[in-house]
């Protein structure tokens, strides 16, 4: 596995929806989550790792998950902090999200789940959501921020 970093592409690309979490879908779970560790990172999305399927995994201290199709249901409150991403590194931004979010996903055994996440974990899952999406960390700042973020990671492939 590799990590895709930013201005390729597929960074930009809606993933497709995960129609079941079978075999396949589990190992590339574990692998994301295993990379990810490996890359200090907090959260991962499969379009990181050049797959475009709706598959996130976070980790925030003893709260793991992974999970197909996450969907924020409701949302409240705002935090803003500063952000970074394995995508993208050397460039962090200033973002508002929502304090607190009710999500529902499919988990590693192929089951609905809903839980309700706050503070850090909240903004992680919205992160790697937004990857899902083909939005970026860059999209919340100024113009000149893509720009610099194309600079310090270099020309597309």
């Known amino acids: 596995m590799h990590l895709v970093t ?9 993933a497709v929806p995960v ?5 396949n879908e589990r190992r590339m779970l574990r692998q ?6 490996g890359w200090k990172g907090v959260g991962l999305a499969a379009p990181q790792a050049g797959r475009l399927e709706q598959l996130i995994v976070a980790e925030l201290g003893d709260r793991t998950v992974l999970w197909a199709n996450p969907t924020i249901l409701e949302q409240s409150g ?4 500063e952000e970074g ?6 460039t ?3 973002i508002n999200r929502a304090a607190c979010v009710w999500v529902r996903a ?8 809903e839980r309700r996440l706050e503070g850090l974990l909240a903004r992680v899952v919205q992160h790697e959501i937004d990857h899902s999406r083909g939005r970026l960390i860059v999209d919340y700042g100024q113009p000149v921020m893509r ?3 194309v600079s310090k990671c270099g020309k597309v492939p």
């Open 78 to 81: 705002t935090q803003q902090m």
């Open 6 to 14: 930013y201005p390729n592409p597929v960074l930009r690309a809606r």
């Open 32 to 37: 994301m989550l295993k990379h990810m560790r």
């Open 147 to 149: 720009q610099d973020a």
């Open 85 to 90: 991403c394995l995508s993208i590194p050397g």
């Open 19 to 23: 129609r079941n979490v079978g075999k």
């Open 106 to 113: 499919i988990d590693e055994d192929n089951k609905e789940v």
């Open 92 to 94: 962090f931004v200033e």
